[in-house]
């Protein structure tokens, strides 16, 4: 890329007030910085993100049918969406110069802003085919009335690879809200078919349907589901279903422990069939939605709360086709981490033809930077860039098997169901992990390899050997004994630590949850405003198993830390991401951390270090 004269001397400038910046010293405000300067800082290296500026909701994914390249989209910078695209899920090519979107607003349909849609890969000519949501007034808010029409659905089509989505000259398809709604929101199209839903529906094999979120006021949110044209099969031409799946205003999932709250407003809803493979289009009905104002007073109705979870269920029709759920979860537990979406990644794509695997689904969350969770000050343009998508996740139907039938097992309103197995029960829920090739390639770096310890007594323990830098991958297996459940106990890790900073990951039995400690994470969190040092924290309950003995099962933990960006799963079926915003240059180390009393056995503890740098043609 060629730099005009101007934007050189910009960049040079940032280059030398970065090259000054002292990571051996206390840290300054950092507000008071030259912009650019802090570019580097806690920029992540394995992670999807613009080269500069905001990104926003995922959104836009597919596979190429011409090309079979997978192409991951997102809002930017608060106009249109950009994208790249992948042939491996490791490293990510722009699709266009500097990052830039591939549609804008400005049309007739979308004069405001252009928010998320989805991709149908065989849409209009064959060609793929984005239906978004085209805005025409601000602002949208589900405390506010709404303007019907201020959000319409419409088409654009690419014929250059995904380059360019070229508007179709026509009215939008959906053109407003069902008139017998007085809605919160009406947005975020997801396109898929499902045979479960053409019998329920007495649709044509084949069908598009999409699930527009939103809800009711006074009602409470859900979601409108639309098909294709019957007679034509024309996807300019969509039929109003009714309003398929609503929970009550500010309602939980059972008491609200394992599944968030439905809150007011339902966003970024996606519909995918699983099975204990992956995708399957014959398989179990699952959605991904974002929830708006999980918790808030109705009387009030003002919060900025934001929950990521998951549900599955059961269509009928009994008059009206319905959308029912049979459990629910969590998608990610991290206040930041929301908005998700995903694709159906065939196997017949080049990312899965070199790694053999099958149909799956793959969902990328959007871990937000200073909108959501940010308090007024944070240093952005000495930043210069703000959020990330988090790593590709793959999702199927997990099973737990030979699980004691007891209550733990059988608690109303959790994230699981129950099976009978054969030697106890099985539990199935959402299965949630890193996508296969991302993981492989994240775990190729430099090992360091923890011997096994047992620890009885409460302490840190340095690791003998730690990461040199903050781009590494820790695995651990954390075994307990029965008597650890109804005890105090706390273990886990420190990462990115030394004298002055820590962050602890840690389960704790008291409540079933692993805790993020980050009030000591950062030093800057001192010296400048904005870099939030909460907690975070997320429920997973550990099971009792059979065996010659009863155990409680272990704790599987898989830590990825990208420099700022802390990613933590558990047991195929938990994850929480969070920011991790240390300052100093030499906290690396990590350490084992015990508190209460009880025993715990770390095992297969290795470290990778370095990662993989996911945009080669940037650097």
């Not at 209009?124 to 201020?150: C, E, F, M, Q, R």
């Not at 519909?271 to 918790?295: A, R």
């Amino acid at each position: 890329m060629r730099l005009s004269t101007a934007s050189a001397l910009v960049t040079s400038q940032a280059a030398y007030a970065a090259s000054a910046i002292d990571y051996n010293a206390a840290p300054p405000n950092l507000s008071t910085l030259a912009n650019g300067s802090l570019y580097d800082t806690w920029r992540p290296r394995a992670h999807i993100l613009p080269p500069n500026g905001r990104i926003g909701d995922p959104c836009g994914h597919y596979t190429d049918p011409d090309t079979g390249l997978f192409h991951v989209g997102f809002l930017y910078n608060g106009s249109g969406i950009a994208g790249a695209t992948t042939d491996d899920m490791v490293r990510f090519r722009d699709l266009n110069p500097n990052g830039s979107q591939f549609i804008m607003p400005g049309g007739k349909n979308d004069p405001v802003a252009v928010f998320d849609g989805s991709v149908i890969p065989k849409g209009i000519d064959d060609k793929p085919t984005l239906l978004y949501t085209s805005v025409t007034s601000l602002p949208i808010h589900w405390s506010i009335p709404y303007n019907p029409g201020a959000e319409t659905q419409s088409l654009a089509v690419t014929s250059n690879g995904g380059r360019n989505f070229t508007k179709l000259d026509r009215p939008p398809v959906i053109p407003l809200p069902p008139s017998d709604s007085d809605v919160t929101a009406f947005r975020d199209p997801y396109a898929f078919q499902s045979p479960e839903l053409d019998a329920a529906a007495d649709s044509a094999p084949g069908t598009w349907y999409t699930a527009i979120s939103g809800g009711v006021h006074e009602d409470g949110p859900g979601q409108f589901l639309y098909r294709q044209d019957q007679k034509e099969m024309s996807l300019e031409s969509w039929e109003y279903l009714g309003l398929w799946w609503q929970e009550k205003v500010n309602t939980t999932w059972g008491n609200g422990d394992w599944a968030g709250g439905w809150g007011f407003n339902f966003e970024t809803g996606n519909v995918f069939g699983l099975n204990e493979e992956g995708y399957s289009v014959d398989g179990e009905m699952f959605m991904t939605l974002g929830t708006e104002g999980s918790g808030t007073p109705i009387v009030s109705q003002v919060s900025s709360i934001h929950d990521m979870l998951w549900a599955a269920g059961n269509v009928s029709n009994n008059g009206n086709v319905t959308f029912t759920p049979t459990m629910a979860g969590v998608f990610d537990w991290g206040a930041s981490g929301y908005a998700a979406a995903g694709h159906i990644l065939p196997a017949t794509s080049q990312v899965s033809t070199k790694s053999g695997a099958p149909d799956r689904f793959i969902s990328f969350v959007w871990l937000t930077g200073d909108l959501f969770e940010q308090a007024k000050g944070y240093p952005t343009s000495q930043q210069n860039w703000v959020g990330t998508l988090l790593l590709p996740r793959e999702l199927h139907i997990k099973t737990i098997s030979n699980v004691v039938d007891n209550e733990l097992a059988r608690e109303e309103g959790s994230s699981w169901r129950v099976e009978r197995g054969q030697s106890g029960i099985e539990l199935k829920t959402l299965g949630i992990d890193i996508a296969r090739e991302t993981r492989e390639a994240l775990m190729s770096g430099p090992k360091i390899t923890e011997p096994e310890r047992t620890s009885k007594e409460a302490g840190l323990v340095p690791f003998q050997v730690s990461p040199t830098t903050k781009f590494h991958v820790l695995t651990a297996q954390l075994s307990f004994p029965r008597s650890a459940r109804n005890s105090d106990l706390q273990a886990g890790f420190q990462v990115l630590s030394s004298d002055l900073e820590s962050t602890t990951i840690y389960y704790q039995f008291s409540n079933e949850s692993i805790i993020v400690d980050r009030s000591n994470t950062s030093a800057a969190a001192k010296t400048t405003n904005g870099i939030v040092s909460t907690n975070e924290s997320g429920r997973l309950r550990l099971f009792d198993l059979q065996g010659d003995a009863q155990e409680i099962e272990t704790l599987d933990l898989t830590v990825v830390v990208d420099n700022s960006v802390l990613e933590i799963y558990a047991n195929g079926r938990f994850a929480l991401s969070t920011w991790a915003r240390s300052w100093y240059k030499n906290s690396t180390d990590i350490k084992f951390y015990h508190n209460g009393a009880g025993e715990v056995t770390f095992s297969n503890v290795t470290v990778s270090e370095g990662l993989f740098e996911a945009w080669p043609e940037r650097v």
